[in-house]
């Protein structure tokens, strides 16, 4: 059973940064797809970030291009989510996301493993 584990959010000021973490483990193959969803109160979850990990593919909702960047340490079985130049909207509960599959979708629905979340507060 795959298990995830989110940890870095916090309480930031507008262009500050934080490096989110996600650790893994469970998984019994090596290509599978890791997202970053998030969402604010009021809102449905929206994924920001994507990436396979037996590849290069990435892939980013367009409101954060440029300015959060996926990544992965495969000796730690951890991805990562690099936030950079963190804006008042950026608030919002960030869930890691995983299926040991292909990244065919950028649907909530696609994953079948979450973490619990972490929360990330940008303030003006």
């Known amino acids: 059973q795959v298990q995830l584990v989110e940890s870095g959010g916090g309480s930031v000021q507008a262009g500050g940064s934080l490096r989110l973490s996600c650790a893994a483990s469970?998984?019994?193959?090596?290509?599978?797809?890791m997202a970053w969803f998030r969402q604010a109160p009021g809102k449905e979850r929206e994924g920001v970030a994507f990436m396979h990990t037996a590849g290069t593919y990435t892939n980013y909702a367009d409101s954060v291009k440029a300015r959060f960047t996926i990544s992965q340490n495969n000796a730690k079985n951890t991805v990562y989510l690099q936030m950079n130049s963190l804006k008042p909207e950026d608030t919002a509960m960030y869930y890691c996301?995983?299926?040991?599959?292909?990244?065919?979708?950028?649907?909530?629905?696609?994953?079948?493993?979450w973490g619990q979340g972490t929360q990330v507060t940008v303030s003006s």
């Open positions: 996301a995983a299926r040991s599959a292909g990244c065919f979708s950028r649907q909530v629905t696609y994953f079948n493993s």
């Open positions: 469970g998984f019994t193959a090596t290509n599978n797809c």
